[in-house]
Nanobody, 119 residues
Framework: QVQLVESGGGLVQPGGSLRLSCAAPGNILSINFMDWYRQAPGKQRELVARIIGGGNTNYADFVKGRFTISRDNAKNTVYLQMNSLKPEDTAVYYC?????????????WGQGTQVTVSS
């Protein structure tokens, strides 16, 4: 099954930075919005950031001022720049797409990428 392809996770010290990438398949012709979610062990998946088709962005309060979501329309790729990382940001990060191909609406998840913030 077609999925979004994520990359960029890893181990970083508190205060450090990481950039996550999420690439959509080539058959996606339009995107309503793309999200980054995260899920920490024993916790529910939570929305981190959203970028809407027109470029507007929304952030969860716990990442405002530290994380930035952006998109490269030519590459159908969304990014999450994470700065000033904290141990509580440790989680598996997932991207999500709501859009359309030529024939139908499309909703896709990425496979997840682990982000660990630890000294």
């Amino acid at each position: 099954q077609v999925q979004l392809v994520e990359s960029g996770g890893g181990l970083v010290q508190p205060g450090g930075s990481l950039r996550l990438s999420c690439a959509a398949p080539g058959n996606i012709l339009s995107i309503n919005f793309m999200d980054w979610y995260r899920q920490a062990p024993g916790k529910q998946r939570e929305l981190v950031a959203r970028i809407i088709g027109g470029g507007n962005t929304n952030y969860a309060d716990f990442v405002k001022g530290r994380f930035t979501i952006s998109r490269d329309n030519a590459k159908n790729t969304v990014y999450l720049q994470m700065n000033s990382l904290k141990p509580e940001d440790t989680a598996v990060y997932y991207c999500y797409l709501d859009g359309a191909s030529r024939k139908q609406s499309v909703r896709l998840w990425g496979q997840g990428t682990q982000v660990t913030v630890s000294s």
